[in-house]
């Protein structure tokens, strides 16, 4: 039997959590199972419901830890010493309120960038040597655990299955691709704003466009001025490709106009 690829989804368990911001990992989780046929034949076992199937051509082990958020780790060492599963072939799926809404990125290995679910994880495996997808969930505009385990807003939930598509689509581009691979194509995608977004960026001046490509773990601050053609954050030539302060990078289209799903 080949080694699988081991994907994690992080969130909550209950009904007091199903659907909130903090649980977008288990609902990513929830649409690959649903591409693959495997949705409702999970099992529960050490500290975590976890199945094993197939995505087209690859072996895959779906788990969401039951240990609550902040003891992730526990259920992620279990079920990497029962399937015998390396860590270069586990990605973890997380919320991160540091990326807007709708922005994906896909990191190799990192810190915990202060996720108490990969804090766990990365405490019990003594290593953060392990790959992982953060899905961008939006900054709190209130206390940040209220953001963390409140719904998101209506605007938002019309976006959200085009959301839970990309990253569905981007875990699938790491376990074909690998992290590096599945970053160059995913870490640019964005979705339509939302009204609030809209309304936000209305009210104060214009960030520099690819300002925010800055995440907690780049810790690099905007540009002071617009970038012109060629600079990092200018405009998109007309190839499609623009440069960003992770290289250059090609903008994918949105995933409504892809002629087939890959």
């Given at each position: 039997m080949s080694v699988p690829?081991?994907?994690?989804?992080?969130?909550?368990?209950?009904?007091?959590?199903a659907e909130t911001r903090h649980n977008v990992g288990w609902m990513v989780l929830d649409r690959i199972a649903d591409r693959a046929g495997l949705s409702g034949r999970g099992k529960e076992r050490d500290a975590a419901i976890s199945v094993r199937g197939r995505l087209g051509d690859l072996d895959i082990v779906l788990v969401k830890p039951l240990t609550f958020m902040n003891d992730s780790g526990i259920a992620?060492?279990?079920?990497?010493?029962?399937?015998?599963?390396?860590?270069?072939?586990?990605?973890?799926?997380?919320?991160d309120f540091a990326?807007?809404?709708?922005?994906?990125?896909?990191?190799?290995?990192?810190?915990?960038?202060?996720?108490?679910?990969?804090?766990?994880?990365?405490?019990?495996?003594?290593?953060?040597?392990?790959?992982?997808?953060?899905v961008g969930i939006g900054e709190p505009r209130r206390d940040a655990i209220d953001h963390l385990l409140s719904r998101f807003s209506g605007d938002e939930r019309r976006l959200l299955?085009?959301?839970?598509?990309?990253?569905?689509?981007?875990?699938?581009?790491?376990?074909?691709?690998?992290?590096?691979?599945?970053?160059?194509?995913?870490?640019?995608?964005?979705?339509?704003?939302?009204?609030?977004?809209r309304a936000g960026a209305a009210a104060k001046p214009a960030p520099a466009v690819g300002a925010e490509e800055a995440s907690r773990e780049d810790n690099q601050?905007?540009?002071?001025s617009e970038p012109g053609a060629g600079e990092i954050g200018g405009p998109t030539g007309p190839d499609g490709i623009r440069r960003t302060m992770s290289g250059w990078r090609r903008i994918l289209p949105h995933p409504s106009d892809r002629a087939s799903r890959s």
């Open positions: 690829k081991l994907v994690v989804g992080l969130g909550n368990p209950g009904p007091k959590y992620v060492r279990k079920i990497l010493a029962r399937e015998h599963v390396p860590l270069e072939q586990m990605l973890v799926v997380v919320d990326l807007p809404f709708g922005r994906l990125r896909i990191r190799p290995e990192g810190t915990h960038g202060g996720h108490n679910g990969l804090r766990s994880i990365v405490a019990e495996l003594e290593t953060q040597h392990f790959a992982r997808l953060r299955p085009e959301l839970l598509d990309a990253a569905a689509d981007a875990v699938e581009s790491w376990a074909r691709d690998g992290a590096q691979a599945a970053a160059n194509r995913w870490n640019g995608w964005t979705l339509p704003a939302t009204d609030s977004q601050p905007p540009p002071a």
